[in-house]
């Protein structure tokens, strides 16, 4: 996917133990690439959710929710997918959860445009 999204510039995740060990690793890179060891390209930075705060994620735990629906109604589940596949089925989800109004609808509001997250994505690029 990061060839469609790029690399990620900012991760915002909990403090599993797997996260925390990336972000240490992630750290010691930077020092090497300060010190001109290795140059790559910008490494992305962790903005880990305050501990015992779960609702703090709260966002991130629904999109994931939404992904992982998608991804059951698609049979992921039930089939064992190539990784072109694969790339495809989650590249749709993407597609879908992107395509859901961030504003509420009223019956009575039917003129009001709606406010997509895809909008913004088509209008970056």
Known sequence: MSAVFGIPTTIICDNATNFTMLNAVM????????????TTTTLPKF??????FLWAGGVCERIIGLIKKSLVRAGSTKIL????????VLARCTSI??????????????ITPLTMPNQFASEAA
């Open 27 to 38: 750290d010691i890179l930077r020092k090497e690439m300060r010190s001109r060891i290795i």
């Open 47 to 52: 903005h880990f959710i305050p501990a015992h």
């Open 81 to 88: 997918m190539t990784l072109e596949e694969s790339t495809t």
């Open 97 to 110: 959860i992107n395509c859901r109004p961030l504003t509420s609808i009223s019956a009575e509001d039917d």
